[in-house]
């Protein structure tokens, strides 16, 4: 059994926001300690990113300036003071900023006066047919193996939208791994509806020009670009052995044996519901985020929250905005007066606007089409874990269940090991677009500790903390 540890600021994620806000706050006075499930902190947008930039620079440079631009935030970090645990999973937040742990040296409980969560986001789930076949696999996956390892996925078939399907793209072809198409579900249609919002835009052209000039890239390097794609699908037996879509041009396949898909990234907010964190629907993001304030302060008094996982806006934005929480940390800890937070806080916030102008245009350009979001081919695969297809939870909505947590108890539908993390979403809009629930936002599952998988004898090492852990180790009567 582990001491409990004691410090004012325990920040869980080590992407841009925790580690900005870990920085910032350790800079200022307070004690802090980041806990991160990878071995070496930078998240997954700079993962890795100290070993790459510093034994593969071929592959470093093959990333670019934005992924290399992370290497100075991982520096600060280490400069700061701020502690650190890496390999470390909070499994459960309980009362009184108490934190259940588990990592390399076991399962212990650790105490913070004050929560910062910025466990970033996840890669929308992409339930089309065959995604469960092997050599499906997200661009995410397949770009973190390049961070991790340097291994590029040659010859795939790279299907779904927004700008990581061009940038992986291009990646890939640095690395001398070309994909053999590029399918984009974005078309004409799409452009027309983020018209309007280009106006707001305008103040972060650079970006979207960046994003264009990907685009352009692209298409003259000699890889297949195909746009306005839909109903994509894996065949194959065994293994995935080609891709099937539709275009302007009528059905189509190619023969491939790797498919990359993205359709978008959410929030990654299992820990902060578990938590008790009050939530809101997005609709321009199509998905659920922890309502907060402009300082990042949840519904919680101890738990505020950074970055992606409160709302999608990347890697910059994610930094201001844990930044702009360590520093409201800081003045409720006692560390900073009123006058001087707000002081500090007016570039940051001015930074956070400027990053965020152009989201609005990006999420109506790439806002992930309807046969995504609610699939209807029956044989399907919605809960991976389980394997309940898409015709079992049609009946099961036939037969009146009103809900997602109903659902789960008919068909195991989001009992796996990720917890409904990739079936919550499709599971939701099927049984909420019927009567009498018509017009309202998709359900939830309700999440419950531990949000991570952990042994029986994990659990079991907390016995005797009921007082600092409270709830933590009230798990064990469950």
């Not at 006692?334 to 989201?359: C, E, K, T, V, Y």
């Amino acid at each position: 059994m582990n001491a409990t540890v004691d410090v004012e600021l325990a920040v869980i994620g080590g992407g841009p926001a925790g580690l900005a806000a870990a920085t910032l706050a350790a800079e200022g006075g307070a004690s802090v300690l980041l806990l991160d499930e990878q071995a070496s902190p930078g998240g997954q947008i700079y993962r890795n990113i100290e070993a790459v930039c510093d034994r593969r620079p071929a592959i470093a440079a093959a990333l670019g300036d934005d992924y290399r631009g992370g290497l100075e935030l991982v520096r600060a970090f280490r400069r700061s003071g701020a502690g650190y645990r890496p390999r470390a999973s909070v499994w459960e937040i309980a009362g009184d900023g108490a934190l259940a742990v588990v990592g390399d040296g076991g399962a212990e409980v650790l105490r913070a006066r004050r929560l910062l969560v910025a466990t970033g986001a996840a890669e929308r789930p992409v339930p089309v047919p065959g995604w469960t076949l092997p050599g499906v696999m997200t661009v995410g996956a397949a770009q973190t193996l390049l961070k991790a390892s340097g291994l590029a996925a040659g010859e795939a078939v790279i299907a779904g939208c927004g700008p990581l399907v061009l940038l992986f793209a291009l990646q890939s072809i640095a690395v001398g791994a070309p994909p053999r198409a590029v399918l984009l579900s974005e078309g004409f249609g799409d452009y027309l509806r983020a018209l309007p919002h280009l106006p707001r835009a305008v103040g972060s052209l650079d970006l979207l020009a960046k994003g264009w000039g990907w685009l352009r890239q692209l298409k003259s390097s000699g890889v297949e670009v195909v746009t306005g794609v839909s109903a994509v699908a894996a065949r194959g037996g065994s293994a995935v052995d080609g891709v099937g879509f539709i275009t302007g041009g009528g059905r189509r396949d190619i023969d491939a044996g790797l498919l990359l898909l993205h359709q978008g990234l959410v929030p990654n907010g299992h820990l902060l519901r578990a938590a008790g964190c009050a939530q809101e629907w997005d609709p321009a993001q199509a998905c659920w985020r922890t309502r907060r304030n402009s300082w990042g302060a949840t519904s919680r008094n101890d738990i505020a929250v950074a970055g992606d996982c409160a709302g999608i806006g990347g890697a910059l934005a994610a930094a201001e905005a844990g930044r702009l929480s360590a520093l409201d940390a800081l003045y409720r800890l006692g560390h900073i007066g009123r006058a001087a937070r707000n002081g500090r806080a007016l570039p940051m916030a001015a930074a956070l606007r400027r990053h965020l102008r152009p989201r609005p245009l990006l999420e109506a350009l790439y806002r992930p089409p309807a046969e995504v979001l609610r699939p209807t081919a029956p044989d399907t695969v919605v809960c991976r874990c389980e394997g309940v297809r898409l015709a079992a939870l049609t009946e099961l909505r036939g037969l009146g269940v009103p809900g997602p947590n109903q659902a789960k108890a008919f068909s195991r539908c989001g009992m796996g090991p990720c917890q409904g993390r990739l079936c919550e979403a499709t599971v939701g809009r099927l049984l909420s677009d019927e009567p009498p629930l018509a017009g309202r936002t998709p359900q939830t599952y309700t999440i419950r500790p531990p949000a991570r998988p952990v042994t029986v004898g994990q659990v079991a090492a907390l016995d005797g903390l009921a007082e600092p852990a409270g709830e933590v180790s009230g798990m064990l009567d469950r």
